[in-house]
């Protein structure tokens, strides 16, 4: 957890890891997860969502006006337009997702609805759709999220689209809530950065170790590291074994078999991943 802010919808700016999450243009690099970064990928016959824990879910597409119930997620997918589609949880929030291009099939999270009709929105740039727009690109990023209490949380972004401040406004206060750094560690064939630490609000500082796009340990702010293991420095890799240090020892976990290969196919507009280990 980076930090949460009380209102009528908490707001829990929390980030998971998930080594099989081949996606490598998200808001924190490769791997990382957050509740607002969820996704709708959008064909002619199948509809992919990726979740905020970094899995893809594979439903039907619909005609507007038709909904489909997917039991073991417990939700339901509707499409009120045809260029909106949304997924009506179970326990009384609403995800909705808005097609702002003709040839736009990644779709990001706008609103959080409750049913109270509170929200969480997420506001972008009307420019970033315009005649400049690119499919394949990384998909255009919010600016600001007004939370259900009324505050605007700035989101500011490096050259790279990858968030690098946090920056919350209510009335005359501007406090920075969450800072993340990005770099590689080592030359990559994609030259992508991962995250290389984050900092809070009060300046404590979490890092984070990479090989080949792989976290292979952390280290949080109290000094306690740890380091994961895998079999193969692939996507596909599950951990072998984790290590968690102390001044006085180090523990090991226990250890997980590989998964299937993880295939990322952008023309096709999929990215066909195991599960594997993950973290937050």
């Known amino acids: ?11 829990e700016w929390r980030r998971q890891y998930r080594s099989g999450d081949g996606r490598s243009d998200g808001w924190f690099g490769q791997g990382w997860t957050h509740p607002l970064a969820t996704e709708l990928w959008i064909d002619e016959d199948v509809i992919r969502y990726w979740d905020e824990q970094g899995r893809e879910v594979v439903l039907p597409a619909i005609e507007v006006g038709q909904e489909h119930f997917q039991a073991y997620e417990q939700f339901t997918l509707t499409r009120p337009k ?20 003709a040839r736009q099939w990644r779709l990001s999270l706008e609103v959080v609805q409750d049913r109270n009709l509170r929200r969480l929105l997420l506001q972008f740039n009307e420019g970033d759709f315009g005649d400049g727009f690119q499919a394949q690109g990384t998909p255009p990023r919010p600016q600001r999220l007004i939370d259900s209490a009324g505050r605007t949380l700035h989101l500011v972004w490096t050259d790279q689209q990858q968030l690098s401040q946090v920056v ?14 990005f770099g590689s560690a080592a030359p990559t064939a994609d030259g992508l950065p991962d995250l290389l630490s984050h900092t809070d609000a009060n300046g404590h500082t979490r890092t984070y ?6 976290l292979v340990g952390y280290t949080l702010a109290t000094g306690q590291r740890f380091s994961n293991r895998y079999d193969r420095l692939l996507p596909s890799a599950g951990w072998s074994s984790r290590w968690r240090w102390t001044r006085a020892r180090a523990t090991a976990s226990t250890t997980t078999a590989a998964p299937p290969a993880c295939r990322t196919d952008w023309a096709a507009r999929r990215c066909s991943c195991p599960t594997p280990g993950k973290t937050s």
């Open 1 to 11: 957890m980076d930090f949460e802010l009380p209102g009528p919808i908490e707001l």
């Open 82 to 101: 045809t260029n909106h589609w949304a997924l009506r949880h179970n326990q009384g929030l609403t995800h909705h997702f808005r097609q702002r291009h």
């Open 168 to 181: 919350v406004e209510s009335g005359d206060t501007r406090v920075v809530m969450a800072s993340y750094n």
């Open 209 to 214: 170790s990479w090989d080949q796009h792989l």
